[in-house]
């Protein structure tokens, strides 16, 4: 299906059509909105279509997989880019009113769209080059973002930002490199056919060499102990904007852990990495939490709480190695994806409104707004009992399913901090309300217009409470997207064609790696990677 | 030497008069060998933006400002996006390409790849992006 690669097309498009647009304020907004809207469509049509026929494939340029680049969407991959362009839509919207006319000259769509075309891309590709690709696009797009109209405290974060991801990149293409030698490959359905049933001194080594690509991801996802760099960057970030970076680019981290070390990697004993982010997960969880309750800043303490969030979802990726609770643990992991996405991305966006209406950012100054702007307090305090997992909406449901997992798996520990986290995110949230919204009035009027920014971030409260109320056919589209990427079968098939033989290539390839006679005696892939034990 | 004291040497000067439309034609002549041979877009583009220093450093970056020459990035990435975009519409795979033969008179035979195309959009990008950096920094320097 050709038409896959529109989802990275159309903003790049427009990322360009809106500079061109540049010094036409209204037009731009107009524009970039219609875009947002008319790819959303896409999207959703995508899910449906995947849902009912299957996944689709394309080769870009006609080359086949696994030489040329694949695009693949499946049902993990249609879920994020919904949820991507719904996000995306909604901060559009929402930043149509608060950005400066200052802020649109230098380019303030424009790089928004090209961080949508990058996040779009790294769910849609199937290759894992092409996945660093991604990475770098949207890396792009958010270090400008977060230097638009900057002051020197922007310029400050922002390159602890820059410095953590250029390393992240640095290492993501080393471990590339390290897997090409070993795995012969960088195709996604091409690696977990060439690994499937590989044992012996060649699957230590994939072992050992996927241990990089998951520090790049966790890195990414901002996993302990690499967490440090999120709570000083975000905050910082544009308001509006700042929701979709806190909802979605966490994400790509966790996506890519899923999609790898769940799909990719299913060589003899890869359960290793499941085990690592088990123990990681606990860890960022409680630290998370707890650098959440220290904070007096309102977006400071939401962005611990990312942190604190993403625990969960990658606890459910580690409880993924045990093959008894592989599916339920997936299917958990997607469904808190999605949770956490929408209640994410719509608690900074109200955090921006309460900031807008009470005129300041420090949560001890705030206060009254509940009387000030009600209707944005009920926002807020929907999605806060959601954030926390309150029943009757997604955040109950989603780590429900998590620690059920947890549970079936025997791994008391990981669900006790995952308990524990539950009630501190509560008192985390409970404080912001009591301060901001509770106490007397901090001024006796808003600060400003807020009306616009709230109606499309209730949207996406309602989401929550829909995704809560609807939760049973939810699960079910989770736990088919969680089987898709368990079992690669269907995946293999849709990239690389049904029962296709290997190239002679490839055999060719394979047969002098086995028999040690590729290249250079010295060359470190070719004289480890067969399986003969003694080597001299 | 700083830029504002090699600005008024009637030496680079001259040079420059002859060299900047020197080097552009020898980028556009890598640009065009660029699919059979060494050259393409990107080296034929960074050539094109050292003549455009050169220039820069001869006459002082305001003059080369009344260019606005992020738009060639623009320009440039939309040529390259279009390029892979004709065979999509066409029920192709996006960025499939082929090759147009025809006789010109005087020139003889062409044989051009629809990649030129799109090289022509990396050789935008790669001069824009450039010479909006050159430009940015050597305005800074007064």
Redesign the interface.
Known sequence: M??L?LVI?VP??SA??L??LRGLPRLEKAFCVASCLGLTAFVFWLLVHVDAHGIQA?????YSAPFGIAFVADRLACIMLCLSMSVGSVVVIYTCFTVTEQQQNLFFYPLFQIILAGVNWAFITGDLFNLFVAYEVMLIGSYGLMLVGAGKEQVRQSLKYIAINVVGGSFFVIGLGYLYATVGSLNMADIAQRTAGMTGQRAHMVTAMSMVLLFVFALKAATFPLIYWLPDSYPVVPAGVSGYFAGLLTKVGVYSLLRVFVMVFRQEGHEFAGQVLLVLSGLTMLLGVMGAMCQWDIRKILSWHIISQVGYMVMGIGLASQPAIAAIAVAGTIFYVVHHIVVKSSLFLVGGIAERVTGTQELKKMGGALDLAPGVAGLFLVASFSLAGMPPFSGFVSKFVVIKAGMQGGNYVVVAIAVITGFLTLYSMAKIWSYAFWGPKCRPAPAGRYRGMAAPTSLLILFTIGLGLFAQPCLRLATDAANDVIDPTNYIQAVLGPDKPRGPRDIKFDEELESGQLGDRHASAATIAPDKEALP | MTPQTLGNSPILRTVCRFAVPLTVLVSLKIFWQGHNLPGGGFIAGAMAAAAGAMYLMAFGAAKASRIAWWKFSVVGLLCSLTTGTVPLLMGKAYMDHTFLNFHLPLLGHQHIPTAVFFDLGVFLIVLGTLMTIFVELGLEER
């Open positions: 050709n038409s690669i097309l790049l498009f360009m059509i500079a061109l394309t080769a870009l340029s006609g």
